[in-house]
């Protein structure tokens, strides 16, 4: 569900630039959901490279359990009425790094902006409104689907901030973090199963 959320963004954020920059950005995607740095201390890009002097690049940092949006409701009905107990939702809020990298500063500023004027535009992302929201999501796992994705800028104190760049390992670049929240992780993997509750097979009914 993370993947499928983060894909769903990227889509929708490169759709978005395309159409306000279409001058410079208006068949070319320049938001890429990756690592800033690899595994090896080197940089993920090509600073070499002309087709990546601009990226806007969307990184996972954090992941906070929600337990204030804990829900009780461990019980789940199938399609054919069976009632199946299953272990309770996992509600986590994930804090999502977009850090604009390019080989001209001012540019840099230009496409965070473009990030700033996405989410003030769109906030909340729901099915009825994005139907497209789960064209990333697992067919075979429909329990896994987005409901709801919701946005929020955090403020980051300088202490903070130098302690994040610091653990990625890069120097720092013009950046966002906004926290991802309402994800619902909840796996049908039943406990106990039950067949549905009739009229005739209650205890005590005659």
């Not at 199938?78 to 080989?103: C, H, M, R, W």
């Not at 789960?134 to 403020?155: R, T």
């Amino acid at each position: 569900m993370l993947r499928t959320a983060l894909e769903f963004i990227q889509d929708e954020l490169n759709s978005y630039i395309q159409t306000r920059d279409p001058v410079n950005f208006g068949n070319k995607d320049i938001v890429t959901l990756s690592n800033i740095i690899k595994q090896d201390g080197t940089f993920e890009f090509d600073t070499t490279d002309n087709s990546d002097n601009h990226r806007i690049i969307i990184s996972l940092v954090n992941i906070k359990e929600n337990r204030a949006a804990d829900c009780q409701n461990y019980i789940h009905k199938k399609e054919n009425g069976t009632i199946q107990k299953v272990n309770p939702a996992v509600n986590l809020e994930f804090y999502i790094l977009f850090a604009a990298f390019s080989d001209d500063y001012k540019s840099s500023l230009r496409n965070l902006t473009y990030v700033i004027s996405f989410f003030q535009n769109n906030p909340v992302f729901i099915p009825e409104k994005y139907p497209h929201i789960n064209i990333h999501a697992d067919a075979n796992k429909p329990w896994q689907k987005i409901q709801k994705i919701v946005f929020n800028l955090e403020n980051l104190s300088f202490e903070s901030q130098n302690q994040m760049w610091a653990s990625i390992g890069a120097k720092y670049m013009p950046s966002l973090i906004y926290k991802m929240r309402l994800l619902r992780f909840q796996e049908l993997d039943a406990k106990t199963e039950a067949p549905p509750i009739l009229k005739g097979n209650l205890i005590g009914t005659q």
